[in-house]
């Protein structure tokens, strides 16, 4: 059932079993960010409506937010982000994610893009 989707603010999720889903930022994101020295997360138990912003990343370059493109409640964070941000740059898409959400509406995933057309939106910007 895992199935991982992006967004057009460079995020992806990773749908799991039980309305859950993982969030992160995508490899694109990371490199236009730069290196990544502090990373903020929610509390466990906040709620977020989709295009909420759940997180700040800081890197040598700039401040950036990320967003929530579900509305659910936060039901863990990565931890290890907060010690070692660099492990965002390393790794993005796996072991670098941000949340996992208890997702609170599905149809919200349905204007995700799939890897093939978020990588052509990539693309275009370029």
Not at 40 to 49: A, N, T
Not at 91 to 101: H, L, Q, R, S
């Amino acid at each position: 059932m895992d199935k991982k989707l992006y967004t057009k603010e460079h995020e992806w999720i990773l749908l799991e079993k039980n309305n859950t889903a993982i969030i992160g930022i995508t490899n694109y994101a990371q490199k236009q960010l730069g290196d990544i020295v502090f990373v903020e997360l929610p509390e466990i138990g906040k709620e977020f409506s989709k295009g909420e912003e759940i997180a700040v990343v800081e890197s040598v370059k700039a401040a950036s937010e990320v967003y929530s493109g579900v509305s659910g409640k936060i039901i863990e964070v990565n931890k290890n982000i907060i010690n070692k941000p660099q492990v965002v740059n390393e790794d993005p898409e796996d072991k670098g994610w941000f949340v996992k959400i208890e997702i609170s509406d599905l149809e919200e995933i349905e204007e995700f893009m799939s890897l093939k057309n978020y990588q052509t939106f990539c693309s275009d910007l370029e």
